[in-house]
């Protein structure tokens, strides 16, 4: 298993990089997210997996241990490929990712391209318990805020408010008071709209 790659950034694409290390260029397949962190100079660290199929030896750069994590927890959901979890970490960060499974988030999940509902639901649910373990985190404070947060800004819609100018509103609530309940964001945003 080649854990990480020391060495000289001969080339640079979004898909891909090939990384030189005494002597020998390992094409390594990227995410957007990675190729956007990668370092200026020339020499870098690359965390990677390797993986051997039946007809090719692919190997995956991250630029953090976290992303790595992520990708080989994707890995192991049924009907989730190599590419696919590849193309939820160029649409997604490793937090949003990590935050859309926590909370529960299908349409988030599901917007990334390749994901049906099926898929998006089946990742929240073969993920989220191995998530709130490995990062320690606790389920309800993520969900009560983004549910609290939904509610309140269907209530202004309903209420005649533009969802842009309703969603600055709550957020300004939210970040003064995590712990505002819904009637109270609604409060707070009818006073500011």
Known sequence: M??????RLVEK???????ECS???????ISLNTYGSLPEGEQLRIYTHFQVRE??????GFSTLAEREIFRLLLSVSGVGSSTARTMLSSMTPA???????????????????IGSK??????????DKIL????????????????????????????FARKQSEKVVDKALSNDPGLSVEGIIKHALKNL
């Open 2 to 7: 080649i854990d990480h790659l020391n060495g």
């Open 13 to 19: 694409h979004p898909t891909h990089l090939v990384v």
């Open 23 to 29: 002597g020998v260029g390992y094409f390594v397949n």
């Open 55 to 60: 007809d090719a030896h692919i190997l995956f």
């Open 96 to 114: 949003q990712v990590r935050d859309a499974i926590v909370s529960g988030d299908v349409p988030a999940i599901q917007s990334v391209k390749g």
């Open 119 to 128: 898929t998006a639901q089946r990742v929240i649910l073969d993920l989220k």
């Open 133 to 160: 373990k490995l990062y320690d985190l606790d389920e309800v404070s993520h969900k009560t805020d983004n549910t609290n947060r939904e509610e309140a800004l269907s209530a202004l819609e309903v209420l005649g």
